[in-house]
DNA sequence: CTGCGTGCAAAACTTTTGCACCAGT
DNA sequence: ACTGGTGCAAAAGTTTTGCACGCAG
């Protein structure tokens, strides 16, 4: 795939908007980030390692042109943050996201699953309802294979 | 079914709590509302129309017992106001929720649907993954029927 | 140069908490 | 009476906004 961040910069451009450091660190931090979903204030902490001087204000700023972009996908894990994960899709297929999340209640972590099953739901959904699906989210609550087997040890 | 508010009654008593009329108002705006998903100013306001000298943080307060009794359901529409609904589920049946919604990107209106296809996709994350799901979460963006039409017209 | 973007601080907003008073049991 | 509940106001926490300065184009 082609690097994001010369996606961004090219988006940028294209809308007359001006490339700063301070953006391409903030996308940067999103792309780098093995465990993903993080919070405004996370993203501060890490861009703040490399670029003391940035403003929270701009991570919020940017996080927003990023989401208008599509480049970062909105998740809300009902935990009274807002977080941000760079978005997995193609070049133009910018409806329908794939948030599926499965957050685990045991140590917390979120896993992500591809989920072909939810067509089929839409395409009934569509049928009954003549309801228009445009996108959609998904989150499952429960226990990992790891905290699974220790509940079951107790 | 049995009157939800004497089954709100009957859970405080068991519990040594008191049966306030707040505590009874709050649960009546949202047994009476039609269009569910209130927010909790959106809930005092309701209530104040009743009891003007009512606060907002009863109702806060008031909101968090009944989820925790499982009578209501948080929900999260992810404009940055938490949302809630009375449960829909019978007595006992205090885990596995149903929070299927379809959220319409036109008039804003949120329609709740049954889905029995969930179960399957359940059982699918169950064997691949060893995820054992508990609850889950489906929401639905696009346009409902009328706006659907709307949109087609234009 | 011109104007968009940034940092800082203050504001805005939702939700929580401390405390004195009040009401249900 | 006792104890938990309420209202008010202040606090806490996240996100937004206004403004002067600075940097990208």
């Known amino acids: 795939m082609p690097d994001k961040k010369d996606r961004f910069k090219m988006l940028l451009k294209e809308k ?48 927003q042109l990023l989401a208008e972009l599509n480049l970062i996908d909105k998740l809300n894990l009902g935990d009274g943050y807002v977080r941000y994960e760079i978005g997995n899709m193609d070049e133009e297929q910018k409806t329908h996201h794939h948030h599926h999340h499965l957050i685990c209640l045991g140590c917390g972590n979120v ?24 996108d959609h989210e998904v989150k499952m609550y429960g226990y990992c294979k790891d905290c699974a087997a220790e509940r079951g040890k107790e």
């Open 111 to 134: 896993l992500t699953f591809q989920g072909d099953l939810l067509d089929t739901l839409e395409g009934q959904i569509q049928k009954t309802m003549g309801f228009e699906v445009v």
């Open 16 to 63: 007359g908007l001006k490339v700063t450091t301070q953006r391409v660190d903030i996308l940067e931090a999103l792309e780098i980030r093995p465990d993903k979903h993080l919070t405004a204030e996370e993203i501060y902490e890490i861009v703040k390692e490399k670029n003391p001087d940035i403003g929270l204000a701009t991570v919020y700023r940017t996080i």
